[in-house]
């Protein structure tokens, strides 16, 4: 049985790794990537970031200042389209895998191969419309 599992856990991996999820993230981080402006916005928002974990760290309250200097940096960060094409990339990606693990722990929970234990069927996020989901 667990040849079986294995092969099967490699089939989808291998699914996963031609998923079009996956191609997308890999072409928008490219692009994010080569982008000279992105990559600045993306370091700039970093050490901001930074640099309010470090006063909160220290026990200090943040300024309006400082929420302000953040909250325009997340706006940039995210008018920015090379860098909101990756993020929504990789949000399409984590929900995909979010959507695997979701069944994978529905048929471990129900002890059912079929990733649903009222009716048999895969379930996503919003379920498979049976009385058990």
Known sequence: MTADIMEKAEALAAAIAQSTELDNLKITEKAMIANEQAQQLIAKFQEEQQRLYDLQAQGQELSEQDRNAI????????????????????????????SVNA????????????????????????????EGC
């Open 71 to 98: 909250n325009d940096m997340e706006q940039k960060v995210e008018n920015n389209s090379l860098i909101s094409a990756y993020l929504q990339a990789q949000g399409n990606f984590t929900q995909m895998l979010d």
């Open 103 to 130: 069944i994978l722990a529905s048929a471990i929970a129900s002890g059912d191969e079929s990733g649903c234990s009222s009716c048999g069927s895969g379930c996503s996020d919003a379920g498979c419309g049976c």
